[in-house]
């Protein structure tokens, strides 16, 4: 398996406009998180799914933000209008289920908001 | 509510041991873990223990668990160079799948 697979791996945008990133999990996990990291913040739970269905997204910073997950091996992270204070490394992980102990981690999306 | 803490920076050298420590808040965890992140990498699992065990060894890695005093611990014997990255600790939340990461620990390990 090629494991969780994100795009792009780097995105450079202006402030306003809107970004998406994309997640691929690997084929039979039933759950799927999106993270992110920054420097002042550490590593932040923005929304998981189990099951394709969303379970917590009370890590989600505001509105700007929203997460689908339309099917088992696809998920989206929309950022609309994106600003500075977004630019971050998010990371999409997943899991067999939401009790299993092991997420296996993207190599994540690396995000610069000018 | 939980919360997870870390030192933020540990310098060894080469061929000693390194421990890096973790504390957290959540009694009832019931799995603590130890993920390891590279430079431009996602976070890798290492190890992670059952909250019923106080030890557990795996190679060069041990894990030491007091559960009193809600203090984890990672040894890492005979430290390489490529054992530098960062090092965070993480425990469960009981209501759900998700896991609470500590701030993570810079290990450097100079030869």
Redesign the interface.
């Known amino acids: 398996d090629a494991g969780?697979i994100q795009s792009p791996r780097h995105e450079v945008t202006e402030m306003g406009q809107e970004v998406t990133l994309r997640c691929k999990p690997i084929s039979g996990h039933n759950?799927l998180?999106w993270y992110r990291q920054t420097m002042m913040r550490?590593?932040e739970?923005l929304i998981?799914f189990?099951n394709n269905v969303p379970?917590?997204d009370s890590g989600m910073p505001e509105d700007r933000f929203s997460a689908k997950m339309p099917n088992a091996s696809f998920s989206t992270l929309k950022i609309q209008p994106s600003e500075p204070r977004d630019s971050a490394v998010y990371?999409c992980?997943s899991?067999l289920?939401?009790?299993?102990?092991?997420?296996?981690?993207?190599?994540?999306t690396r995000l610069t908001v000018l | 509510g939980e919360d997870v803490e870390q030192s933020l920076f540990l310098s060894v050298r080469e061929g000693d041991s390194s421990v890096i420590n973790c504390t957290y808040t959540d009694s009832s965890s019931t799995y603590l873990y130890w993920y390891k992140q590279e430079p431009g990498a996602g976070l890798q699992l290492l190890t992670y223990i059952f909250s019923n065990m106080d030890m557990k060894q795996d190679q060069r890695l041990t894990v030491l668990l007091n559960k009193k005093d809600k203090h984890l611990s990672l040894r890492i014997a005979d430290t390489q160079t490529g054992d530098s990255a960062i090092y965070f600790c993480a425990e469960k939340d009981n209501q759900g799948g998700k896991l609470i990461f500590g701030q993570g620990t810079e290990l450097s390990v100079k030869p």
């Open positions: 969780v759950s998180f550490g590593l739970l998981y189990n379970i917590d990371f992980a899991s289920t939401s009790a299993n102990n092991e997420q296996f981690f993207g190599p994540g």
